[in-house]
């Protein structure tokens, strides 16, 4: 469970691969605080995962397969740009209800319509019911805001090998994964405020900058062990000096590009025998 306007991993969880991702989400929304807002990726929609969020006095907008279910495909079929619905419980969700003891009711929602620049549209459902509050023009943006969650998964897997154990027991796969969640979470922590000088040092530039996240987790990683053992008034010294590399180490913002997609069969295997140099 990832906070994209922060870059904050607020929840991390490794489990067994039956598990699926929806009942790790389900672990996750355990840890909802009221009024918070939940964005969902078209994979995880189902009555009894909507009815958890709910419970929990929180918020979601999630996107949804226009085939999932017929009241989304009647929305889709009408044209109709957005639509309150109420979605009955459906006897695949029964068991996960009955198990978390949910309440056995309809839930009041609201299905919106996203046009695409391809012609196509996207189907969004979602507990914003106020119409004035949540205008339908602010839903695009909305739920754009969960690419950094995208983002994030390239990092775990890329930059720092999340899927590459240093043993092969359980306790170890277990260390190491929390152990490189650590430091992505200390980096995004240590150099938020510097995009406010990145902003003032680059105002007249013809794009927007900002941090260069892959040169500064290589910055910091190196530095983790001293802000453990150095003194307290050394602290702030340390960190002005990841600041000063922060603001130096930048790429522009590029809006609206766009690039296929590629999807293919290779697994990043990483061998125990050739751990890579730290």
Known sequence: MFDPLNKITVDAIIASKNLVER???????????P????????GYPAYWMFNLIISQG????????????KV?????NSGKKEKI???????????QRKEMGLDLKSLKLRLIRVELDTGKA?????????????????????????????????????RIEIENFSGKSVLSVYQDFHAKVFPINLTSALVFQTQS?????TQDRLHRYQKNFAQTLSKVKDVIPLLFVRPKNKL????????????????????????????????GCFHYCYQPLR
């Not at 009024?35 to 078209?42: E, P, V």
């Not at 929180?58 to 279910?69: G, H, P, V």
């Not at 766009?258 to 999807?263: A, D, G, N, T, V």
């Open 72 to 76: 989304v495909r009647r929305f889709y």
């Open 197 to 201: 000088v990145i902003d003032n040092n």
């Open 23 to 33: 009942e790790l989400a389900a672990f996750h929304f355990l840890k909802l605080m």
């Open 236 to 267: 702030s010294s340390i960190i002005s000096d990841i600041h000063a590399v922060v603001v130096k180490t930048i790429e522009p913002i590029r809006p609206g590009r766009k690039y296929p997609r590629y999807f293919n069969n290779r697994s």
């Open 58 to 69: 929180a918020d979601f907008c999630a996107r949804i397969q226009r085939k999932r279910w």
């Open 85 to 95: 619905i109420s979605l009955p419980i459906f006897s695949s969700s029964m068991k």
């Open 122 to 158: 996207d189907i969004l459902v979602t507990t914003l019911l106020d119409k004035r509050m949540y205008p339908h023009e602010q839903f695009a943006e909305l739920y754009h805001l969960r690419w950094p969650v995208e983002e994030d998964y390239k990092t775990m897997k890329k």
């Open 35 to 42: 009024n918070d807002l939940i964005l969902l990726d078209r």
